[in-house]
C-alpha cells in the first residue's frame, strides 16, 4: 500500500485533474491512499473569505464566497456528466456549511472562524475529483478525513491525537480495502472531540499523508509536485535552481525548520520513525525520478536557499538594565509556548534579545503585550530572512550585496540573515 498526495497546483485545471487519472492509471494494481489539496489559490481566496467574515462584512463575504462557488461548480460541469447531479448536490451541503456560519456574527477568535471556512476549500476540490474517478472508471471511495484526524483546539496548528487517530484509522479504512483499491480524502484539516473543523498548518497535506503513512505503515509516500523534486532553491525565483535526488530525513528536517516549502516541517517524523521513504515526483512528467528522501545520509549538497518574507523583529530590553538571565527567558518562553509562537530566529545579548517572527498581526500583538510586563518591546517590520545551508561566501555576499542587514548568525554548516 502507498499513499500519495497531489497538490493544489496538480488539481487547479481541468487538464491536469485528467492528468491526475493518468498518473493513478499507472497504479492500477496497487492499493492507494491518495491525499489531495485544495485546487491552486482556493485557499488563499478562502481566507480573505474569513477576513472579511472577521471583519464584519458580511456581504462582502458572500461575494467572495460566490466566487468561489462558481469556480467548483464549471469545474464539475466541465468533468462530470453522469455522476454532475450527485457532485452537485454533495458541494452544495459544503457551501451550505460556510454560508451558514457567514451569516452569522464573529464571537470567538479569528483562528476559529478561519479554520471552518478555509477547511472547505479540500472538501470541494476532492468530491470533484472523486466523482471524476469514478466516472472515468477508476473506482474509489472518498472519505470526510475530519471523521479520522481527530485534533485538539488549537486552531490553525492544530495537534493530533494519534492515540484517537489510529483507532479511527483502522475502524474506517481497514475494511475498506476488500471492496477499494483507491481511498481519496483531504489533506490539511481534521476536526475536534467537538467535531469543529480544524487545520494543520499551511502545507499540512504533506504531514496529513504522512500520518496515514505512518498507521498504515505504508510502503511509500509521494508527494506529486510541479517541479522534478526537491530543489535547492525556489526555482520561480532561482533559475538556477538544482535538483537534489537524493536526500536524508535529518537534511529535510533541518530544510524544514528554516522555512523550506517543499516539505512541511511535520511530515518527516512519522515516517522516519517506521522507515518508510518519501518520494517527491513531477506529477507533469511522471517518468522522471525526483528526490527520494530516506534514512540514508546524502552527500556533496549544493548550497540550499531558503527566504521567508513578511517577517518582523521584536526587540526586547531588560526594564532595569539587569541580565536577561534564566528567569526572564524562562517566562519567555512560556509565553511563546502559550501563544503557540515559534521564533524563526532568536539574538540574546547580556540585557537584550532579539525575536525574529512571521509577521501574524494579532499573534505579535499579543506577545508584544505580554512581554512588556517585563521587557521594554519594539517592533520592526517588512524584514525579509535568508537561510542558506552549506553555504559559501560567494553566494552570501551575492544575495546580501544591496541589503540592509538587520541580523546575522552563521554556523559552519547554516548561515541566516534578517535584511530590509
Not at 494519534?162 to 475498506?176: A, P
Request: charged residues 20%; proline residues 3%; contains cysteine.
Amino acid at each position: 500500500m502507498k499513499v500519495f498526495k497531489f497538490g493544489g497546483a496538480s488539481v487547479n485545471t481541468v487538464d491536469r485533474i485528467q492528468n491526475v487519472k493518468q498518473i493513478l492509471s499507472l497504479y492500477a494494481n496497487e492499493k492507494l491512499v491518495v491525499i489531495i489539496s485544495a485546487m491552486g489559490k482556493t485557499t488563499n481566496a478562502l481566507e480573505k473569505v474569513a477576513e472579511a467574515f472577521y471583519a464584519g462584512n458580511k456581504d462582502e463575504a458572500l461575494q467572495l464566497f460566490t466566487v468561489i462557488k462558481n469556480q467548483h461548480l464549471n469545474t464539475a460541469k466541465y468533468l462530470l456528466v453522469t455522476h454532475y447531479n450527485a457532485c452537485y448536490e454533495q458541494l452544495n451541503n459544503f457551501f451550505t456549511e460556510v454560508e451558514w456560519l457567514l451569516h452569522d456574527k464573529p464571537v470567538r477568535e479569528y483562528d476559529y472562524y478561519y479554520d471552518q471556512i478555509v477547511c472547505v476549500g479540500e472538501l470541494l476540490s476532492t468530491c470533484i475529483v472523486s466523482y471524476f474517478l469514478n466516472e472515468e472508471g477508476i473506482n474509489n471511495k472518498w472519505i470526510d478525513v475530519r471523521d479520522i484526524i481527530r485534533t485538539d483546539d488549537n486552531f490553525r496548528d492544530a495537534n493530533i491525537d494519534w492515540n484517537v487517530t489510529e483507532g479511527k484509522v483502522k475502524s474506517m479504512i481497514d475494511g475498506l480495502w476488500s471492496t477499494n483499491n483507491i481511498i481519496l480524502t483531504q489533506g490539511f484539516i481534521g476536526s475536534t472531540d467537538e467535531n469543529e473543523s480544524t487545520t494543520l498548518g499551511r502545507e499540512g497535506s504533506d504531514y496529513t499523508a504522512a500520518v496515514f503513512a505512518n498507521l498504515l505503515n505504508a510502503e511509500s509516500q509521494t508527494i506529486w509536485k510541479d517541479v522534478e523534486g526537491v530543489m535547492s532553491a525556489d526555482p520561480k525565483h532561482f533559475p538556477d535552481a538544482q535538483l537534489m535526488p537524493e536526500l536524508s530525513f535529518d537534511e529535510v528536517i533541518e530544510m524544514a525548520y528554516y522555512g523550506a516549502q517543499v516539505i512541511h516541517p511535520k511530515t518527516i517524523k512519522p515516517l522516519q520513525n517506521k522507515g518508510i521513504p518519501l518520494h517527491v515526483k513531477c506529477f507533469l512528467d511522471p517518468s522522471l525520478a525526483g528526490t527520494i528522501i530516506s534514512k540514508k545520509q546524502a552527500k556533496h549538497l549544493p548550497p540550499v536557499v531558503i527566504i521567508k518574507e513578511k517577517q518582523a523583529l521584536i526587540h526586547l530590553h531588560s526594564q532595569d538594565f539587569s541580565f536577561v538571565g534564566e528567569k526572564p527567558m524562562s517566562e519567555l518562553y512560556k509565553m511563546l509556548g502559550e501563544l503557540n509562537i515559534k521564533p524563526n530566529l532568536i539574538q540574546t545579548g547580556a540585557i537584550s534579545l532579539q525575536l525574529c517572527l512571521d509577521d501574524r498581526a494579532e499573534k505579535i500583538e499579543q506577545l508584544a503585550a505580554a512581554a512588556s510586563l517585563i521587557f521594554d518591546v519594539q517592533v520592526e517590520k517588512n524584514l525579509s530572512l535568508l537561510t542558506i545551508r552549506h553555504f559559501n561566501n560567494e553566494l552570501l555576499a551575492k544575495m546580501t550585496n544591496d541589503k540592509q542587514i538587520i541580523l546575522k548568525q552563521q554556523t559552519p554548516e547554516t548561515v541566516q540573515v534578517l535584511y530590509k
